[in-house]
């Protein structure tokens, strides 16, 4: 299957401080990139989703002011978590999709804890 | 809205057993159907994917089928492994988004 790559896999940040996280695919062209928060033992939350050259559309609830996403390309796409608080802290992680009928690849998932 | 709800939550079995994981969406207007392994603290590995015109998948020990009228997706293993133990979503597609199911933790003992 294809290879998503996110960095960094793990981050402690200070609250108050912005944490920036990369998403790639590193062998396929993504259309679209999509970004997940997910809590302990509990399923993947839809957070935004990100077309190549727009702006990202957020799911309800998420505040974008917060949670600055930019798909500067066709193989990047960075989530930036501004103004950290504890609250924030949770997994985060991206996929990837070449087109809406093909399957989604997942990045290895960027623990933050914000202290 | 679809709404995407896995059964059992969690399940423990002895190796070498066949199993069987249950999903259920609400809405048969999918494009297609994802199944995903998740290993702890860990992302997503793709396992199958059944587009909306096909009945099932196989990749080895897994097969994986689609019933988009009852609005139900199966996924088999066959001689279960240790190495099987994983939480498994199954996700299901309209559009660009995936709407993900609850998981299913199986743990699968030596």
């Known amino acids: 299957g294809a290879v998503v790559s996110q960095h960094p896999s793990r981050v402690i940040c200070k609250s108050g401080t912005s944490v920036k996280i990369e998403c790639r695919s590193l062998?396929?062209?993504?259309?679209?990139m999509f970004w997940y928060r997910q809590f302990p033992k509990q399923s993947l939350m839809l957070m935004a989703t990100s077309n190549e050259g727009s702006k990202a559309t957020y799911e309800q609830g998420v505040e974008k002011d917060k949670f600055l996403i930019n798909h500067a390309s066709l193989t990047l796409s960075t989530l930036t978590v501004t103004s950290a608080h504890p609250e924030d802290s949770s997994f985060y992680i991206c996929s990837a999709k070449r087109d809406s009928l093909t399957e989604a690849f997942f990045g290895q998932g960027t623990r933050l804890t914000v202290v | 809205k679809q709404e995407v709800t896995q059964i059992p939550a969690a399940l423990s079995v002895p190796e070498g057993e066949n199993l069987v994981l249950n999903c259920s969406f609400t809405?048969?207007?999918?494009?297609?159907l994802q199944w995903f392994r998740q290993d702890p603290g860990k992302g997503l590995t793709s396992l199958l994917l059944i587009q909306s015109s096909q009945r099932e998948q196989t990749s080895g020990r897994l097969n994986a089928s689609l019933d988009k009228s009852s609005g139900r997706s199966t996924l088999y293993i066959a001689a279960s492994q240790p190495g099987d133990s994983a939480t498994y979503l199954c996700a299901g597609s309209s559009g660009d988004k995936l709407t993900f199911g609850t998981g299913t933790r199986l743990a699968v003992r030596p």
């Open positions: 809405d048969s207007a999918i494009y297609n």
């Open positions: 062998d396929f062209q993504a259309t679209t």
